[in-house]
């Protein structure tokens, strides 16, 4: 924070300010700035905890969190939920934790495969900021919703915890986000989010935790320092994922609602995905894959949002690579860079291959295991893509 500058200019501010009827917060309003796809965690633990930290991508006000129940088998209930802003692991900066409602109730009963959205936090939310939202739920049990491969150290606790500011009670550190699925604010009028769906290349693997050096962060960087109407960045990145099965987190296809079209102010389903399907040895054929992506693009252009198709990258050197997977990537990608399906296309293939080895990923991008990107390579992705792209008119 810079010298002379009010706390309440970067913290989420008080206002006095009446909580809406709950029938006015039954949706979100405004433009997703989080997200973390949701995914079956092992089973939930009554009495315990999370304190979450998220890093957000577009400013604004009136905060909104999204808490996910999708893969329980039981309601759950939080008692009691808090958001505030980190000062340095699980402590928060002084005066910035303050106590979310739904439906002007402190207490929040989530029915299985449900989510529920809050009450609009008063105040103000800035951009590139780690935003901690801390939950507590007194009867969890069954499977909780989360998402395991956050690349971003939160922490959990035994016991209500949630109002305090110091971090002395949080002594169980988690790479995992529990319950939380989406953050929302209200921005700028005219102003969109893009929606990256997409595997573990798009969570973050191999870029470095806690360091915000996933292609989707590196993507809101540029965002923010750009003229362009899109601003909010949503990571819907799952490790494993594919977009023709359930695996690791349920298929794109099957996810694609809740995850990408329901997420409040997107307007660009930017996609990243087949390098799973393809590397499985199911039998996934060129044919089968477009076939996904042609039904990606037309639910996503009948919810009235652009796709941009970004080519899926190299992977020789992978234990799961062959002479036959790498022939069908190659006939995916030319689909992608040549159909005109899509609204816009990224050649992320193009970015990260060798050029000796056009199959083989540029050693100077490679986060070791020839298939994950590291730092540099995650930028360069991001580096590529066409920001005018990420808001394109779907009326015409």
Same mark, same amino acid.
């Given at each position: ?47 315990? !905890? ?102 971003? !150290? ?199 291959? !060798? ?42």
């Amino acid at each position: 924070m810079r010298a002379g500058l009010p706390l309440a200019a970067v913290l989420l501010t008080v206002v006095a300010c009446q909580s809406p009827p709950a029938e006015a917060t039954a949706d979100a309003s405004g433009v997703v700035t989080w997200v973390a796809s949701a995914d079956r965690m092992a089973d939930g633990v009554a009495g315990r !905890s999370y304190r979450l930290v998220v890093h957000t991508s577009v400013g604004g006000t009136d905060t909104r969190i999204r808490l996910s129940n999708a893969f329980g088998d039981r309601p759950i209930t939080f008692d009691n939920v808090y958001a505030g802003i980190q000062k340095q692991g699980a402590e928060l900066r002084p005066g910035s934790n303050r106590r979310l409602a739904f439906g002007g109730e402190r207490t929040v009963t989530v029915p299985a495969g449900e989510t529920v959205w809050s009450d609009p936090l008063p105040g103000r939310l800035p951009a590139a900021t780690n935003l901690v939202v801390s939950l507590h739920s007194p009867d969890a049990g069954g499977p909780a919703t989360g998402h395991w491969m956050a690349m971003q !150290s939160s922490y959990a606790t035994q016991g209500d915890h949630t109002a305090a500011e110091g971090g002395a009670a949080w002594t169980v550190p988690t790479g995992s986000w529990f319950y939380l699925d989406a953050v929302s604010v209200r921005a700028r009028a005219g102003t969109g989010a893009v929606a990256a769906l997409g595997d573990s290349i798009t969570d973050g693997w191999q870029s470095t935790t806690d360091l915000n050096r996933r292609w989707p962060d590196y993507l809101a960087r540029r965002l923010q320092r750009s003229d362009t109407a899109v601003k909010g960045v949503a990571n819907e990145g799952i490790s494993g994922n594919k977009v023709l099965a359930d695996g690791p987190g349920e298929s794109a296809l099957n996810r694609l609602e809740r995850d990408v079209l329901s997420q409040p102010g997107v307007r660009t389903v930017f996609l990243f995905q087949g390098v799973n399907d393809i590397k499985a040895h199911t039998g996934v054929t060129a044919d089968d894959l477009i076939e996904g992506y042609r039904e990606i693009i037309d639910r996503a252009h009948a919810a009235g949002k652009c796709v941009v198709g970004a080519t899926v990258g190299p992977f020789k050197g992978w234990l799961e690579w062959d002479p036959a997977g790498e022939a069908v990537r190659q006939e995916v990608n030319e689909f992608i860079r040549t159909s005109g399906e899509f609204d816009a296309v990224t050649d992320f293939d193009r970015i990260l291959r !060798s050029p000796y080895d056009p199959a083989r990923m540029l050693p100077a991008l490679d986060g070791g295991d020839h298939i994950h990107p590291n730092d540099k390579g995650m930028q360069a992705m991001a580096d590529a893509v066409d920001l005018t792209a990420l808001d394109c008119d779907t009326t015409g």
